[in-house]
């Protein structure tokens, strides 16, 4: 008699940019397409611009890829950015 295996939905995904940088997160279970926003806090100090803290906001958009090494694996398709 076999026994019979279940195969449940990783409950954390890895969200890999295109640069190959990635996070891990939690998830709940399966979403074809995931939105995440990212939020870097740079500073600028050159003769030409004189901003010292700038905000850029990125929301990068994630597709499902595959299920590797106990992740959901999403790979990015889109992004956008906003400088405030």
Known sequence: M????K????KKAK???DGG???IIK???FVPKYTYPL?????LCTPETNVTDMMISFTCEFS????F???AEYRQYNVTSIVK
């Open 2 to 5: 076999k026994k019979e295996i």
């Open 7 to 10: 195969k449940k939905f990783p």
């Open 15 to 17: 969200l890999i940019t």
């Open 21 to 23: 940088f990635y996070r």
């Open 27 to 29: 998830i709940d279970g």
């Open 39 to 43: 939020l870097k806090k740079i500073s």
């Open 64 to 67: 499902f890829s595959r299920v």
């Open 69 to 71: 090494g106990g992740y």
